[in-house]
Antibody, heavy 119, light 107 residues
């Protein structure tokens, strides 16, 4: 069974750093792109970027380029999303999702990780 | 960048048919995917490639795509179908592009 299990909720202060994770199981981790998707409170879904765990190739949405870093560690089947300096506007739910090999769509999603940034 | 436009809300009585639209310039030339998101849950793919259903998704969910409008149709609507629905396409400038979402209310 394919599973994407994300790390837990985080409460941080502005300016702090953060790295959240998405651990995959039930399939060959290195064969699929992993996406990160942001959902701000009461808002819609926004694609942030991808990582391809086999070679750590990344693609970013222009809206998020330079704002976050996406990475993966294939030795432990885990993808990451990190910030070097959080802002209050980073408060959101963050989902990881697997891109289907058959086309550019998400076929499995993590349960989401709530990030709250507040002074 | 490519823009997808969805109505903010759709309301339907139980047992009736709900139709949720997704507008975009020449969207008929793209493959459209639809996700259902129930409150407090992660999204779930319900239709892909315009009209195909993933394994385990009810046949009450169907899709179509032509011209400048794609549609998700839910027949014999049930209370459990309430939630937000998002369309999504692939675009060269931004890979995954999502519509703004439509809240389905079952009256």
């Amino acid at each position: 069974e394919v599973q994407l299990v994300q790390s837990g909720a985080e409460v941080k202060k502005p300016g702090e750093s953060l790295k959240i994770s998405c651990q995959a199981s039930g399939y060959t981790f290195t064969s699929y792109w992993i996406a990160w998707v942001r959902q701000m409170p009461g808002k819609g879904l926004e694609w942030m970027g991808f990582v391809y765990p086999a070679d750590s190739d990344t693609r970013y949405s222009p809206s998020f380029q330079g704002q976050v870093t996406i990475s993966a560690d294939k030795s432990i089947n885990t993808a990451y999303l990190q910030w070097s300096s959080l802002k209050a506007s980073d408060t959101a739910m963050y989902y990881c999702a697997r891109q289907s090999v058959a086309g550019p769509r998400a076929d499995y999603w993590g349960q989401g990780a709530q990030v709250t940034v507040s002074s | 960048s490519y823009v997808l436009t969805q109505p903010p809300s759709v309301s339907v009585a139980p047992g009736q048919t709900a139709r949720i639209t997704c507008g975009g310039n020449d969207i008929g030339s793209r493959r459209v995917h639809w996700y259902q998101q129930k409150p407090g849950q992660a999204p779930v793919l319900v239709v892909y490639d315009d009209s195909d259903r993933p394994s385990g998704i009810s046949e009450r969910f169907s899709g179509s795509n032509s011209g400048n409008t794609a549609s998700l149709t839910i027949s014999r609507v049930e209370a459990g179908d309430e939630g937000d629905y998002y369309c999504q396409v692939w675009d060269t400038s931004c890979d995954w592009v999502f519509g703004g979402g439509t809240k389905l209310t079952v009256l």
